[in-house]
């Protein structure tokens, strides 16, 4: 049996949600609140040392860090597949998900940190207009990927889709916010701004089982 450990809102954790359903694996969902440090807990350290999330359980086995995960269903369960069918297509998918990390993730994250601790002020304004900077940057990059077809990788939804769909959908909720100043203004609307990569999130949201990815904590926001 498939167990899984995850917090809501989280985008890594949102990651692993994903591949779950598309892969239309029964899993047993254990939501964890970080408000309450239920991520620390000592049953949920003895899985993962460093006390992240997500953590993914199949019967003895326990692997954590979501890109693994992915790795891990798709070798486990390979129908249908989310790091394509041939050595190259894989190759394509680990590239773009490596150049989202190494390029962008870092910056997003700090943004979305900073707007829902507080916003835009004197002292962060231009280290996280530099920040948006290189989001917009690598948006731009899948932008250009999406307007030649429906997927970021290829013709098939993949771990690709995965990785950076929670990102976007993250930023976006943080930039909504009354304290996001002069940076929405960089990336909203979206449809406006990024129309592929706009209909590329509807296009996602459309999927089979995805409203059971959902953040619960975001449905009554």
Known sequence: MIDVYWG???????????????????????????SLQEHKAPHIVAMHPRGRLP???????????????????????????IFGRTPEEA???MRV??????????????????????????ENVGELTRAMLAVASEARTIEGRLSKGDWI??????????????????LLRALR??????LASRFLPVEVNYPSLGRWLDRVAALPGFDRTWPPHWRNA
């Open 8 to 34: 809501s809102g989280s985008p890594y954790s949102w990651r692993v949600l994903l591949a779950l359903e598309h892969k239309r694996l029964e899993y047993r969902s254990h939501l964890l609140q970080f």
């Open 55 to 81: 953590i993914l359980k199949h019967d003895d086995y326990v692997v954590f860090e979501s890109v693994a995960v992915l790795y891990y269903l798709d070798l486990k369960y390979p129908e249908p597949p």
């Open 91 to 93: 190759g394509v998918i």
């Open 97 to 122: 998900i490596g150049e989202f990390e190494a390029y962008a993730e870092d910056h997003l994250m700090k943004i979305v940190r900073a707007l829902f601790e507080g916003g835009v002020n004197e």
């Open 153 to 170: 990788v290829g013709d098939a939804y993949s771990a690709a889709d995965m990785v950076i769909f929670p990102a976007i959908q993250v």
């Open 177 to 182: 916010k009354p304290g996001a100043g002069v």
